[in-house]
């Protein structure tokens, strides 16, 4: 089993328009509704591709409610932490003529101490029956760069493979607790450690005490960094246009995958890995909402081109 935390889940609506013009009314299609946070997209992403899998999150008010009722009917196994906070909600507008998306993520009510303490136990109780855990999203008020240190560090100090897909100091705060893999994009990246160079930012998050990092680049693929091998680039060769949110996700998915597969960290095929993540992240963009993989997934990973960076010069 995988277990993904998700801390700061939220109800995702999505619209689809034919043309965004900004100040004007759109008439759209009914907005689709579904349980979400990066956490769930992985669970959801990794369910669907028969993997064993628990969504660990929190819930409350009328929209926990409504996602609570969304996740239950999609299969997904999960495990809800009433909280005294409603779930927030984000908003996705798919531009078809632009192929672009304008989201837009509630911050997030406060977790009570209660309330933050009962998710960072929950995910330690579980992740201890894990083969890999993920720790996804952004940190709501009321749980701190501390609380995910620790969740980390004691799933590490127990043996269990740790992907962390976060931002900010807590990107930080997940590579010195020993994190063996990181997700940040290059934006993160360089706003966590001020180096525009993925290697470079992502040799800092390996200094500090992560074993690998995985930096999305968007149209231009992503780069595998580990602790003691080549970094390995992987990109599609041509571009794909559609719904992006979940593309991250995606490779969140590929990465945990191989994580729980491996016997170590170093034992990991970063060829492998890179060409994977690559081609699901891709063909997340092809799919309408997040969470979910285009059918031609795999025939994608076949086009994916893979070089070390030395021989890319």
Do not use: Q, Y
């Not at 299969?75 to 003529?97: E, F, W």
């Amino acid at each position: 089993m995988i277990l993904t935390v998700t801390p700061n889940p939220a109800l995702d609506l999505t619209w689809h328009v034919d043309g965004l013009t900004p100040g004007a009314t759109h008439r759209v299609p009914a907005a689709s509704s579904r349980a979400g946070g990066k956490g769930v997209n992985v669970a959801r992403v990794l369910h669907t591709e028969g993997h064993p899998v628990i969504a660990l999150t929190t819930a409350g008010g009328s929209t926990g409610a409504e996602f609570e009722a969304e996740l239950t009917a999609s299969g997904v196994a999960h495990r809800l932490i009433p909280v005294g906070a409603a779930t927030r909600r984000s908003v996705a507008v798919v531009d078809a003529a632009s192929g672009e998306t304008s989201i837009l993520n509630e911050i997030g009510a406060p977790l009570r101490p209660e309330d933050a303490a009962a998710l960072v136990e929950t995910a330690a109780r579980l992740g201890r029956t894990a083969r890999a855990v993920a720790v996804c999203g952004s940190l709501p008020p009321g749980i701190g760069d501390d609380d995910l240190g620790r969740m980390v560090g004691d799933l590490v100090g127990a043996g269990i493979p740790v992907v962390a897909d976060t931002s900010g100091t807590a990107l930080l705060a997940a590579a010195r607790a020993g994190a063996h893999a990181l997700k940040p994009n290059r934006d993160e990246l360089e706003s966590a450690t001020g180096h525009t160079d993925p290697v470079t930012g992502a040799a800092t998050l390996i200094a500090l005490g992560a074993r690998l990092v995985v930096v999305s680049l968007g149209a231009e693929g992503l780069v595998v960094v580990d602790r003691d091998r080549p970094p390995v680039h992987a990109r599609l060769p041509r571009p794909l246009h559609g719904n992006a949110t979940g593309a991250g996700d995606a490779a969140v998915a590929a990465i945990a995958i191989a994580l729980a597969g491996a016997r170590t960290v170093e034992s990991v095929d970063l060829d492998l890995l890179a060409r994977r993540a690559t081609a699901w992240s891709a063909s997340a963009v092809l799919m309408p909402l997040a969470g979910e993989l285009s059918p031609e997934h795999a025939a994608l990973e076949d086009e994916v081109a893979v070089s070390r960076m030395e021989e890319a010069g």
